[in-house]
């Protein structure tokens, strides 16, 4: 848009001296030979000012058409900021015989504003204990692992602001506002665009590509809070800063490749280790449709992290912690159609070990856990679920009888359901009970739920 | 030997490539599909992302769709917006550059038609509203002439040794199209002027080709389910402004037009809305004589 005023400014200036020129008495006493002179000069200035002037008019058509085609960019832009949509239009082909839409919106520098999206959550909860006070015997915990606390709250909030940088580059910022008004970088990173080949490099602070739910966010989740396994063994769910590479296979079944290499300073890892080379990951993921109604995803993750000095509840431990994760997923709506009737079937089998030295004592011991889940949208905007899970972690040292990473014979588990309600795609009320065994003393928590998305919200990972 | 392993995996798995076909096409909706194949005959390979009974709005990101996009050299989409819950996902997750926004193998049928019904306040209280206008541009027939000769040019600019063939079958479509296109006008002449109930927003472009008079939309906002409430106001409306028939597309809900149907005993008429929602609806040519059958068949009773 610069360019195009700084191009029609020299062009105007001539105008302006070329009526200057024409208001101007030619020759007040000039002799003939001098009049003819200057009615040369004339005729010359006037071809010379006739060429300037039709510069002058190509250029400002070039400059209406430049501004047209911007203004059409911009208008895509705004109306369709998820940067997908909406591509500029090319010209209309002469055969059409009604001409493009005319442009919506003035092109402006507002038209480059990233997509702004903010996501909301408000809790009510009675629960037979505090649940944010969570604990499972023979499992030491990372400091999120608890659910939301009593009474009303607001959980966690967040604002997403994300766009092309430029041809090469995608950048997107989530920010939470936690509870307690505190501020976090969820997710900050670069992510390749259309590098083709099927690879895409991601950097910054993002969630892992492991297991299935591990890379949505909170918000996207089918029920409220991470299932057991994610809590006792990822802390809800992996996110560190590092760098990822994915690659998507030529083949018609879909086949997708994944390593990550993290800081390491996130449960399980800790204390950076490795000078800031902690987590390393690697996955695959492979899916298809069995029918029109019918599709799968299925995926193996595997995580290896190192802790130095991780001290969670008064206990540290130092050492290598190994995560493999079996991750399988069914979806079912008739034709295709998940309006109005649609079932998503989910479960993942964890399987770890951690070997190092807990408070001092040496310690080697595998642990697993699993979950299996289902949501059943039954008429459209209704659906209710089911999800069961459950730990299991291996004996331990006689020396840390007693300790957190004594089960004290406990099988852990916990069994849940909802009920939810959909306003839109955009906002949900969602009921919410679960009967949670993996402490001492059952947890009977019942929780009622709205999280709605406001702004240009991109479409949803399978 | 790693290298060996993941060759074998591949080959097993069977590497698509497109092995006679010069084109991969991503269709987006199965009339594009059909038109892609009209246009590209043998020379383009044409996977289309959504079945007949399928509603285009809500689809899945499934993996299998991110897989055939993967390898698509050219996306013929709707565009407008219609996409929007699904494509951007997709596009974004094959990292394919061919089919990115703004890339020439993005094709947006919607491009090239003038949109109507472009809503005036921006506002998700209005429900499913497409900030670009109506996208249902394929319910009437004209428009796929005016998008028939773009893809052609898009096709012989992303392959310019099949230019000929493009060109040659465009003109070919177009002659017959032509003639079809004089064919329906002749035949739907009774339509003209009925009076019908919709249950979606998604005929405007038809309803300008055959003179139809919507009366009333079932919906009390697009993409929101009617409520018993809004159903009675609709059915107060219809009283005082009767209409002679309800339509849906095929993969519509069709309880509210059902109840509507019995309510003001007319009838309820399950439209194609595109190639495989009806069984008649085979190609592109049978979808447009299914619809006006249809439609003939219920302005008669």
Known sequence: ?462 | MRTMMITAVLLTLGVASPAYANLNVFACEPEWGALATEIGGDKVSVFTATQGGQDPHQVQARPGLIARARNADISVCTGAELEIAWLPAIVQQTANPKIRPGAPGAFEASSYVTLLEVPARLDRAEGDIHALGNPHVQTDPNNILRIAKPLADRFSQLDPANASTYAARLADFSTRWQAALAKWQAQAAPLKGVSIAVSHLSWRYMEDWLGLKRIVALEPKPGVPPSAGYLAQVVDTLQKTPAKFVIRAAYEDQRPSLFIADKMQMKAVTMPFTIGGTPEAKDLFSLYDDTINRLLAAAKG
Do not use: C
């Open chain 1, 1 to 462: 848009m610069i360019r195009v005023h700084h191009r029609a400014n020299v062009p105007i200036w001539a105008l302006a001296g070329a009526s200057l020129f024409w208001l101007a008495p030619p020759a007040l006493a000039a002799a003939e030979d001098d009049l003819a002179g200057i009615r040369n000069e004339i005729s010359k200035l006037r071809q010379d000012y006739e060429m300037k002037i039709k510069d002058l008019e190509e250029r400002l058509q070039k400059a209406e058409t430049d501004a047209q085609a911007a203004r059409a960019a911009a208008a895509a832009a705004q109306t369709a900021p998820s940067a997908v949509a909406a591509a500029p239009s090319p010209p209309a082909p002469p055969s059409a015989p009604e001409p493009l839409p005319t442009p919506r919106a003035p092109a402006s520098q507002n038209a480059f504003n990233p997509v702004i999206a903010a996501v909301l959550n408000g809790f009510i909860v009675g629960a037979s204990r505090d649940p944010s006070a969570a604990r499972i015997p023979g499992f030491q915990l990372g400091d999120e692992a608890g659910g939301p606390q009593r009474g009303f709250s607001i959980g966690e909030s967040e604002v997403a602001l994300s766009a092309n940088i430029d041809p090469f580059l995608f950048g997107s910022l989530n920010l939470s506002f936690g509870n307690d008004n505190s501020l976090g970088v969820e997710e900050g990173y670069i992510q390749t665009i259309g590098l083709g080949g099927g690879l895409t490099l991601k950097a910054g602070r993002f969630f892992s590509g492991i297991g299935y739910i591990n890379e949505r966010h909170a918000h996207d989740w089918s029920f409220s809070d991470a299932p057991l396994p994610y809590r006792a063994f990822l802390n809800n769910q992996y996110g560190d800063d590092g760098i990822q590479a994915r690659w998507l296979a030529p083949t018609n079944i879909f086949l997708e490749f994944g390593a990550e290499w993290y800081r390491g300073a996130s449960f399980p890892a800790a204390g950076a280790a490795n000078r800031g080379k902690g987590t390393a990951t690697a996955f695959v993921h492979a899916g298809g449709d069995i029918n029109q109604s019918s599709s799968w995803l299925a995926g193996l993750s595997y995580l290896h992290a190192r802790a130095e000095n991780r001290d969670f509840g008064g206990d540290i431990f130092t050492g290598d912690s190994n995560l493999g994760i079996a991750s399988a997923v069914y979806k079912w709506a008739p034709n295709g159609n998940p309006v109005v009737r649609n079932l998503v079937v989910s479960g993942e089998y964890f399987f770890g070990n951690e070997d190092g030295a807990f408070n001092g004592i040496p310690v080697d011991r595998t642990h697993s856990g699993w979950y299996v889940q289902g949501v059943y949208q039954f008429v459209p905007r209704w659906s209710f679920g089911l999800r069961y899970a459950r730990l299991r972690t291996g004996d331990v040292d006689p020396l840390l009888a007693g300790s957190t990473l004594d089960d004290l014979g406990r099988i852990p588990y916990a069994a849940t359901a909802l009920l939810e309600f959909d306003t839109s795609e955009f906002g949900r009320l969602r009921l919410q009970y679960s009967h949670d065994e993996s402490d001492f003393k059952p947890l009977d928590e019942i929780l009622f739920q709205y999280t709605v998305i406001y702004g240009p919200h991109g479409a949803h990972r399978y």
